[in-house]
């Protein structure tokens, strides 16, 4: 996931050089709030990679070995090639979708929270996509754990051609929450820098979501040195 | 500075989802070389901020206060407006950009060695700004230290807009290192984001420099709290 406030540069750019400071004070508050849902027990799947600039960037079941997934396929197999909610509910690629739509409808009410506090309208535009990527920690100086591939560049588009207070979806995240029962909205077939096709993506209202049956609490946390994940982001 | 390895993307789809882990192998190989420079003492004035994907981001002259730069307008006057090569040679601007620019080529230095021993062809498209900036740390969980300003946004897009195995350098910049005796290329005014007015940019070659006879040593290294600075990236 990519949750990005695009008007926060307005908010930059109308202040002096010497009151940017002011600025940034903000901006932390707001990622310090956003990173204390990362303590509840319902977010212990989802880890934070980084913030870049006002865009948080976090991930969902980044700890789960392939095998995890290998229900997904039995119980695809299950519904005959239609999606059916009852069997798909519950399964992993559903679980981690779930649990990170929520942690994005929770950053968009202490956004708002905060907006409400500070007299300010900043507004969350996010971009979601779920698939195989590669983990790991690049440097010997200020080491970071980061992500990488085209489900990452995905999630990233996503945001960068969505809209305001809306989670934007691509092909694969969409249908897995149609599934599950989230009210998605297609948004036709739109271009996407490095995919060939142009693919059909999906949008899911912040403001007017489904109450989720699905608790999205998980209690399995592997500590596998495998980094080879497929996840949701 | 942002030194990125454009051509790494190509490297990177080139291989299977299961061999990225190698591409990453070969990054973290190049960056921990890059890291290696910051322990030598000639760049004790340099600060790496972060690697972004394959683009290598530090800044020099973090640690100075703006009474530092003082001493810049004093010789600016002192050379009647006039570029003065002995005058400006040693003032706190020249030698921050100075000791950037040897970092840069130090980087090209290494990345052409790996490329002899991993038969690659890796090349450095190196962006480089001065001017103020703000830094600070942002999050609670993982936080990070990073640096935003015009400054920063300039030294990224002379990278997006420059060429491979050139530095290209704002006008603020180029004017610097002409002054101090660099050899720069005018390359003509161009439309850069977010300036209004098209910019005259410079380009240095990164194979063909003048030996400087700054050795851009630092001993100065204040550990003041003052968030806002004057520097160069």
Redo the contacts between chains.
Sequence with gaps: MFASIPNFKDF?SEWD??R??EC?RL??EI??EF??L?SKPKFSSVE?I????STYMAAAGLNETETDYDDDVYLEKQSHGKFNNNLRIGNTAFRNANVMIEFALAMSQILDGLNRDSFQNFELRIGMSVG?L?A???????P?YDI??NTVNLASRMDTHGEPRKIHATTDMGNILRAGGYRVQSRGKIRVKGVKEPMETFLIEVDSKRNSSVSGEQTNNHNNNN??HHSTL
Tied chains: 1, 2.
């Design positions: 930059w050089t010497n940017k400071l940034l901006l932390n990622v310090c990173d204390k990362l934070k980084k913030t870049v600039g195989p590669v790991g920690v690049i440097g010997a100086q200020k970071q990488w591939g980094n080879c």
